[in-house]
């Protein structure tokens, strides 16, 4: 299985930009679809944004559509994503996932590996 490692999380003021980076090590990132999912103090993981393996399938929440984009580039193993206009509601650790299909990411299925996470803390 591919491993992950999440970075690039941090401290960011409402209305403001990040960029988490999730490395991949073990196998070719190519061959997974990747996602990225939250988890808020107190709720349930839930899903935030997925790529296909060759990048052309995208899928996003409703919550963050227009200000989340993820892309990847398989060259260096590493999927992103950008996070703009962010709001205190995004506060959250993110944690990447690969799995078999951006479809099946979108409701949390078909998942093969998960990374630990990285802390995004939106003040306001």
């Known amino acids: 299985q591919v491993q992950l490692v999440e970075s690039g999380g941090g401290l960011v003021q409402a209305g403001g930009s990040l960029r988490l980076s999730c490395a991949a090590s073990?196998?070719?990132?190519?061959?997974?679809?990747m996602g990225w999912f939250r988890q808020a103090p107190e709720k349930e993981r839930e899903f935030v944004a997925a790529i296909s393996g060759d990048g052309i399938v995208e899928y996003y929440a409703d919550s963050v559509k227009g200000r989340f984009t993820i892309s990847r580039d398989n060259a260096k193993n590493t999927v992103y994503l950008q996070m703009n206009t962010l709001k205190p509601e995004d506060t959250a650790v993110y944690y990447c996932a690969s799995g078999q299909t951006a479809r099946a990411l979108k409701v949390a299925g078909g998942i093969y590996s998960w990374g630990k996470g990285t802390l995004v803390t939106v003040s306001s």
């Open positions: 073990g196998r070719t990132l190519m061959s997974y679809a």
